[in-house]
């Protein structure tokens, strides 16, 4: 046979998978070694598993889940950039929401995509994101745009915080919210001051007025 092998597979993309759902990550599997010039390096179920294993596999590019148990998307790239200067990173989430899409680019993401791309785009962006280039859905720069023209209260809230904002609209005491959601008390606390500083509110209570009237959170 001839040609040097070694020299085969260092042209070959090595990927490595993150994302929570057993389903999703199957169906990227398959789609990565679909690739002639694409190499499946690790799987891993959230973030906390991608840092532990991404420095040993070396990848070239990891496909990163954003709301994910244990760690989520954004802190696992702030973690691992350092540890990976040269591998890029590209997230596939259902969220477009303005702040998610803005803390995975401060974050260092190279691309972000929605979960209803086609393979192909997908292919494409994460050829792009090796090569050196930022690419994001069509959702993903819409609200971008969408949120700096509108300046609607409540656009630079993260996913994290639309779901507490909720939980207060239920009534909720902080001790509930941080059982329902698996968090520490502390963290609650966190996300709290965080909520109302980006709604220019005082207390819980004008938080949970405001959201209501501008529909941040689902009528009770």
Request: no cysteine; aromatic share 2%.
């Amino acid at each position: 046979m001839n040609g040097n092998p070694a020299s085969h597979d260092r042209q070959r993309l090595r990927i490595l998978v993150v994302d929570d759902h057993p389903m999703i990550r199957n169906g990227l599997a398959a789609m990565i070694r679909g690739e002639p010039d694409f190499d499946l390096v690790g799987e891993a179920s959230h973030g906390a598993d991608a840092v532990r294993i991404a420095p040993d596999l070396a990848p070239d590019v990891v496909l990163m889940d954003l709301l994910m148990p244990q760690m989520d998307g954004v802190e696992a790239m702030t973690r691992l950039r350092p540890l990976l200067p040269s591998t890029r990173f590209v997230i596939l989430t259902s969220l477009t929401e303005p702040a998610e899409v803005q803390r995975a680019l401060q974050a260092g993401a190279s691309g972000y995509l929605t979960k209803t791309a086609s393979a192909q785009e997908l292919v494409n962006v994460i050829r792009a994101a090796h090569g050196g280039r930022r690419v994001l859905s069509p959702e993903a720069t819409e609200a971008l745009i969408a949120a700096s023209q509108t300046g609607q209260p409540g656009a630079d809230l993260t996913q994290r915080e639309r779901e507490l904002l909720t939980l207060m609209a239920r009534g909720l005491t902080n001790q509930d919210i941080a059982e329902q959601l698996h968090i520490a008390l502390p963290t609650v606390k966190f996300h709290i001051t965080n909520i109302l500083s980006k709604l220019g509110v005082g207390n819980r209570t004008e938080a949970v007025l405001l959201a209501l009237k501008h529909r941040l959170v689902p009528p009770a």
